[in-house]
């Protein structure tokens, strides 16, 4: 039995969380894994603070030092959230040999490169399942279960807030605004939602997961982000007409050596297993060429579903006696800067003959072929009907040259989703 | 970077895959986890035999103790199937104080204490990810990811064969005994299809898997089983129309202190993500007090997703110093001798006055009452119909023993169908 000496930074509703776990499952943990905690110091904005679990404010101190410092501490847990001070106080305890747990996928993503080279530099451990889908072990499972593959793609519903949205106009045909607002009543979404519907919390999350799957760094910058507040519940209600279901997806592939790292709304087929990821459920899907396909599924958010990834990180490094760091290589990743996919179009189009002609013409001139076209509803009292269109699997760079090229006095309100069938 | 000898005991497809695999993909383990093998025996049946990779004949050996006795070799990995001579093979290892990996989950389950004793004993390493559902990572889930939850219940389709044959009579209507022969000619099912279609090797890897889930044995002995042979196409259909899909589950729970682990046919909802888990596919759902929901979702079987998670292993062991064997009581796991869930119970009655309420009135006297009804078909040229009934949440027992007390002269040809809905 050994008894490591712990810090936490942060004392949030997560940070409760990972307290109230040690208390609670301390006994098991200690007789099953062998390993005790002891919580000696916790950051906090302001000691007087109400928490969601009773914590001696002897623990509490306002002072990063006595966290960063205290020679004591072996492992610092993090869940302040946010860029800054977040990753100044990783890279001050990991520069104090301190291993590192964290949740901050901001934090990890943006300063990636950094806390890994401290974290080497000072054979330190840096542990972060929690930084991505909450419980699941997707982390875990790239790191430690897939590393006999060559991981070909990784396809996420890895926002949970997105995810809680698009489901209800979904099910319910509502309007983004609608769904939107009631999230934020129910505090599924925040008061200023654009991180989450944005893409950006995806995006780092992305950046994390394929940095690992690839072995080569993909920057939060080099990921192509797209968010989900331009969806209408005309665009949902067609998709469904051709047997498609609407996402937030985080996608990363690695075709001929270039990586490409996009998060944006994209149709998947009914059948597919991350069609029936709803509400605030997270899920990652992963194609290796040994493995296969496979999906992880569960609560990518929440209290006590990060506080378990969190505690079994922390029994990790306890564990642990040379930490090792992934296997990434110095060197960005080289990025795509286009891919192929189907593409659903949809447009609004003067109902006159030869228009379609137009349409297809202009698609065909730049190699995009179309698959399907459906009228949807009738022609409105100004002369214009819904045209929605599936293509073959077509370059993204020609689709957009072909829709800029549109005569824009037959189609208006072009709307451009993608589809991802694989 | 260390080099780790290696013996290989059979060498039929998985085998080869291994095999395939370390040569294929030796150079990215090399280079991302520092470690290389070199394979020095392998055990066969027969040198001449034809196999599925380009194996120098001068690594091959009909003789175990070529593998079992050389003090070179300091991982064995197994593959041969079977509950003999591989248990006894790998006992032997054990106690000459080589580590063991294996894909072999009759020989594991079935010796499962006298192989963990052996390991303790000999501080050697015993690896098993491959066991259970191929390629999934449910093993390091429930023992590296999940250690900070009281997991609730373990609930999987850990069986592909019978998996996809109650996908195929789901999707087409069609009977047991045709899809069954459709299968057995794929070679997705075997010429003697019992292990599948009546359920041991679902128990194999339940008995597996609760013991790590409840850290308590569950011999395989304990486990309840029932196949799925008796499955007709009415009951797939009749429980489409209240919205169920038809399983084979494996389902482990922890209730008062008592365990259930049980593999039979079960309805769960359409809506439920192991509903959509078809063909060969398996996926496990479990159910943690912190973590929440989660599945795991990927193939079961085959010959590289099991190579997948073999050589994850075989890293892993490699890399570990101090074997750590699953923390697991000595004494077996207290079973529940009963359990409660919704019953779909299906019978043949005679279409007369008074019948429904004498079925009825049979079931409430044993306390199980009825949620819905639905009369299926029209009565046949003998008086009688197909009546479907849906019980509230019950105890098997009562369910059984109100059965038992049916006036046969009015209902006949009973079936009854659990249903899990959580």
């Known amino acids: 039995m050994s008894t490591m000496t712990i810090g936490f930074l942060g004392c949030g509703n997560i940070g409760c969380g990972v307290y109230r776990l040690l208390k609670e499952q301390g006994e098991q943990i200690a007789?099953?894994?062998?390993?005790?905690?002891?919580?000696?110091?916790?950051?906090?904005?302001?000691k007087g603070k109400k928490r969601g679990a009773e914590i001696p404010e002897a623990l509490m101190t306002e002072n990063p030092d006595d966290v960063l410092l205290d020679p004591q501490i072996s492992i610092v847990m993090e869940f302040m959230g946010g860029e800054e001070p977040a990753a100044s106080y990783m890279l001050r305890a990991l520069e104090a040999g301190k291993t590192v747990v964290t949740a901050n996928k901001m934090a990890l993503a943006t300063h990636w490169q950094e806390l890994i080279h401290a974290a080497r530099t000072h054979a330190a451990g840096l542990y972060y399942e929690a930084s991505v889908c909450g419980a699941i072990p997707?982390?875990?499972?790239?790191?430690?279960?897939?590393?006999?593959?060559?991981i070909?793609?990784?396809?996420?519903?890895?926002?949970?807030?997105?995810?809680?949205?698009?489901?209800?106009?979904?099910?319910?045909?509502?309007?983004?605004?609608d769904v939107l607002a009631d999230a934020q009543r129910l505090g599924l979404?925040?008061?200023?939602?654009?991180?989450?519907?944005?893409?950006?919390?995806?995006?780092?999350?992305?950046?994390?997961?394929?940095?690992?799957?690839?072995?080569?760094?993909?920057?939060?910058?080099?990921v192509y982000r797209e968010g989900i507040s331009g969806i209408t519940p005309l665009d949902v209600q067609c998709g469904k007409a051709f047997g498609l279901t609407l996402k937030l997806l985080a996608i990363a592939k690695e075709v001929d050596g270039c990586v490409q790292a996009r998060v944006h709304p994209a149709f998947v087929p009914d059948d597919h297993p991350l069609a029936s990821v709803s509400d605030a459920f997270n899920a990652v899907y992963v194609s290796g060429h040994a493995c296969g396909e496979m999906m992880f599924y569960g609560r990518g958010a929440g209290d006590m579903p990060t506080a378990s990834a969190l505690v079994s990180d922390l029994i990790k490094a306890a564990k642990t006696k040379n930490h090792q760091l992934p296997a990434v290589d110095?060197?960005?990743?080289?990025?795509?800067?286009?891919?192929?996919?189907?593409?659903?179009?949809?447009?609004?189009?003067r109902d006159e003959p030869g228009v379609l002609s137009v349409?297809?013409?202009?698609?065909?001139?730049?190699?995009?072929?179309?698959?399907?076209?459906?009228?949807?509803?009738?022609?409105?009292?100004?002369?214009?009907?819904?045209?929605?269109?599936?293509?073959h699997r077509a370059s993204e760079r020609c689709v957009r040259q072909a829709l800029g090229e549109m005569d824009r006095t037959l189609v208006s309100q072009v709307n451009v989703i993608?589809?991802?069938?694989?």
Chains 1, 2 share one sequence.
């Open 152 to 177: 070909t793609s990784v396809t996420g519903i890895i926002n949970g807030t997105t995810n809680y949205i698009l489901s209800r106009m979904t099910r319910e045909g509502a309007s983004y605004a």
């Open 189 to 222: 979404a925040e008061p200023d939602p654009t991180a989450d519907v944005e893409g950006y919390d995806a995006a780092y999350k992305l950046s994390i997961l394929s940095t690992l799957a690839f072995h080569r760094h993909v920057p939060v910058g080099s």
């Open 31 to 46: 007789r099953n894994e062998g390993e005790t905690f002891e919580i000696r110091r916790i950051l906090v904005r302001s």
């Open 418 to 422: 993608r589809v991802e069938r694989d």
């Open 359 to 391: 349409v297809s013409g202009t698609f065909a001139r730049h190699g995009v072929s179309i698959a399907s076209m459906v009228q949807k509803g009738e022609t409105d009292s100004d002369g214009h009907v819904q045209l929605v269109f599936l293509t």
């Open 138 to 150: 997707i982390i875990r499972a790239i790191n430690d279960s897939l590393q006999a593959n060559r």
């Open 330 to 349: 110095e060197l960005p990743a080289k990025m795509a800067d286009d891919w192929a996919c189907v593409h659903f179009v949809r447009m609004l189009a």
